[in-house]
């Protein structure tokens, strides 16, 4: 049997639990703090996309005017190991084109272990993209041996070379160079705790020291991340830049070229050998740095580059 309530008992049940609701209503109320400053930041805009290339899509940025400078990274990085002189290099006149090699960054990877010829392969593709002809060319480390093979297959397109630390080598070297990444790439260690994360930081903290440069650890925690974050495995960086023969191609090479480097790098007695190769081509050395100058000393590296694409 259900039993009637009056419509003052409801208007009074009703009441009590309005006022209950408040009362929690008032007591889960929180005090939100004010939202921090957003964070500033200095680098210039960039245009960034993807054209098909082939092996997939090829992401760039694309500083969008003055003299086109094709830019092509060290392993195992991506284009934004350039953007601390993309801002150098437009108030220069130089409009930076930096590219994601195949299966580093943003950029799709190959389906096969690839060599630095393949990747020479996917500048074109921008180039035409962005409806530009002939454009000068820096390339670091493993990105000057791509440089120099786009140069060899493509000499149509290329007005000067800028290579900023070029890696001729004994087959001694080469084979301790490939010793040493088949041992700490290749077979390289996904830990399930993570610890592989931490170790990768330290080594790059401890190259970024040895320049004798304090290094800020949101640098050094983008150097770990581009290094894992790429469509390949990281390892097809150094593995074809070790197997690439710069001594045959660096006699070959027939456009105006600087040989950039720095004192602190670790393969600078390579440039040294460079130089005495090809005594013809522009010579440039900073003092101190290490494999990060490009972070490390930004203006001076994008006025040595500069000044020799202006000459």
Known sequence: MVARISRRGLAASAAILASSTATN???????????????????????????????GQVHYFDGGKGQPLVMIHQAPMSSRQFENVWGPLMSRGIRPIAIDCPGFGMSDATTFVPKVEDWARAVPPVLDHLGIKVADVVGHHTGGMVATEFEQQFPNRVRKLVLAGPLPMTEAERQKFLDN??????????????????????????????????????????????????????????HAAFLYDHNRTLPLIKHPTLIMTNTGD??????????????????????????????????????????????
């Open 25 to 55: 209503v008032r007591a889960q109320t929180v005090t939100y703090k004010p939202n921090p400053p957003a964070v500033k930041l200095t680098l210039p805009k960039m245009n960034r996309g993807y054209v098909e290339g082939p092996f």
């Open 181 to 238: 990444a088949q041992k700490n790439e290749i077979d390289f260690v996904y830990q399930p705790d993570g610890s592989h994360l931490v170790a990768s930081f330290a080594t790059r903290h401890r190259m970024y020291s040895a320049s004798g440069t304090a290094p800020d650890p949101k640098l050094i925690t983008r150097y770990t991340v581009e290094k894992f974050m790429g469509y390949a495995p990281f390892w097809y960086g150094h």
């Open 266 to 311: 670790q393969i600078y007695e390579n440039a040294k050998q460079t130089r005495k190769m090809r005594p013809d081509f522009a010579y440039v050395e900073l003092q101190g740095g290490g494999v990060d100058i490009v972070d490390q000393q930004p203006e001076a590296w994008a006025d040595a580059v500069a000044k020799f694409l202006k000459a």
